[in-house]
């Protein structure tokens, strides 16, 4: 397995202002091998970005020794796959499908989306919608992309979020095999499903259809966004999560998914990430 971070763990990585390169060095710096990138509203790398432009700084990266680990998005909080709004979810189905031709350039492998939502709790604004609602739009907005996905060949990789939809391992999984495409996956999140269930269990019963993963980690006490602390500060049991990646033969990237950023000297939280995954990763060895 190998070390990546996240450019949203950097100051200004979500508003997209923290220049890519840049982060690419600190994280090199600190002893990640990869940096996951991120599509933004605004910045280096949005949507508008063009195809050259993408190229250029998949090659700056290159040339810094650093490799994509797979490209992440806020668009699809902002645009939901599953929104009451037709023309949001066209919206949302565009966006995706341009992450996914940006990703192909970019050969990041695999690009992170929503998978939309009953609600949103951080966006008050918007109104529930029922669970059996969110499956069917899903799977219209997933019938149109999965062959975009096969075309550019980049893996559509389905998060686990706060999002009180797709609940279950099982119920994901049937998802995903549903379409019996090697390019829709999942963007495993290790400390989302804390909250809720034990991160081993999924492993285990996703199996291959594992893209890629974030590591977080979470405490159960707190049970809410403020629960998410410090690699080895939470309770994700990282000795069984490193034996169940290692039973289904996960051997790709691992990102640190650092939010928020430290106020003062915010370097220190991405270098301690990198000692402890590097301890993380000798666990169940």
């Known amino acids: 397995m190998k070390k990546s971070l996240s450019y949203w763990s950097f100051p200004g990585g979500l508003s997209g202002e923290?220049?890519?390169?840049?982060?690419?060095?600190?994280?090199r710096e600190a002893g990640y091998q990869g940096i996951e990138l991120a599509l933004s509203w605004r910045g280096e790398?949005?949507?508008?970005?063009?195809?050259k432009e993408v190229a250029r700084l998949r090659d700056a990266l290159r040339n810094e020794g650093m490799q994509i680990a797979g490209l992440a998005s806020v668009l699809t909080w902002d645009r939901l796959l599953t929104a009451e709004d037709a023309?949001?979810?066209?919206?949302?189905?565009?966006?995706?499908?341009?992450?996914?031709?940006?990703?192909?350039?970019l050969e990041a492998g695999?690009?992170?989306?929503?998978?939309?939502?009953?609600?949103v709790f951080f966006r008050p604004d918007l109104s529930s919608i029922s669970y059996s609602d969110a499956d069917e739009r899903l799977r219209r907005a997933l019938d149109a992309l999965v062959p975009i996905a096969e075309e550019c060949g980049v893996a559509l990789a389905l998060e686990n979020v706060w999002?009180?939809?797709?609940?279950?391992?099982l119920e994901v999984r049937a998802l995903v095999d549903a379409y019996r495409s090697e390019f829709l996956g999942v963007y495993f999140d290790v400390g989302n499903v804390m909250l809720t269930g034990y991160p081993e269990d999924w492993i285990r019963i996703l199996g291959h259809?594992?893209?890629?993963?974030?590591?977080?980690?979470?405490?159960?006490?707190?049970?809410?966004?403020?629960g998410f602390v410090d690699l080895l500060a939470g309770?994700?049991?990282?000795?069984?999560?490193?034996?169940?990646?290692?039973?289904?033969?996960?051997?790709?990237?691992?990102?640190?998914?650092?939010?928020?950023?430290?106020r003062f000297a915010p370097e220190v939280r991405w270098w301690n990430?990198?000692?402890?995954?590097?301890?993380?990763f000798a666990m169940a060895g």
Not at 45 to 51: G, P, Q, R
Not at 110 to 119: E, K, Q, R, S, T
């Open 18 to 27: 923290m220049p890519i390169i840049e982060a690419a060095r600190s994280a």
């Open 45 to 51: 790398l949005t949507a508008e970005t063009t195809d």
């Open 87 to 105: 023309h949001e979810r066209q919206a949302a189905i565009d966006l995706v499908a341009r992450g996914l031709r940006v990703g192909a350039i």
């Open 110 to 119: 695999a690009f992170l989306i929503i998978p939309g939502a009953v609600d």
């Open 163 to 169: 999002n009180r939809f797709l609940l279950s391992p």
């Open 209 to 226: 259809r594992i893209r890629r993963v974030h590591f977080k980690d979470f405490k159960r006490s707190v049970g809410t966004a403020e």
């Open 235 to 262: 309770d994700v049991n990282w000795p069984a999560v490193m034996r169940a990646l290692r039973q289904i033969g996960y051997d790709g990237f691992c990102t640190a998914e650092l939010i928020p950023c430290y």
């Open 273 to 280: 990430a990198s000692r402890a995954m590097d301890a993380i």
